[in-house]
């Protein structure tokens, strides 16, 4: 049979690790809009190396932050959030 201090430790140790991811990522994330707002010249040489209208480009990035949001959120925060209620639970 398994341990249950060792399984809760070692949850304990994910749910730390994908708290730390969802954080980094979401600073990459703000890094990433930071740049393609204030920027804007250094990421528009993109747009003529692609050959895209300024109009494409946003649309590239605005998209990009909105898939790097929906997968940090469910790939990083709602399982932290979910081990984080079964470990409270295993505790009462």
């Known amino acids: 049979m398994s341990d ?6 070692f949850f304990d140790t994910l749910a730390k690790v994908l708290l730390r991811s969802w954080a980094l990522g979401y600073l990459l994330l703000l890094l990433w809009f930071g740049l393609q707002t204030y ?3 250094f990421v528009r ?7 895209l209208s300024k109009h494409e480009l946003d649309l ?3 998209c990009g932050i909105g ?3 929906l997968v940090l959120l469910v ?7 979910a081990i984080r209620l079964v470990l409270r639970a295993r505790q009462s």
Do not use: C, N
């Open 4 to 9: 249950p201090a060792r399984t809760t430790e």
């Open 39 to 41: 920027a804007d010249g």
């Open 45 to 51: 040489w993109q747009s003529d190396f692609f050959h």
């Open 60 to 62: 590239i990035f605005y």
């Open 67 to 69: 898939l790097m949001k």
């Open 75 to 81: 790939f990083f925060l709602l399982p932290w959030v």
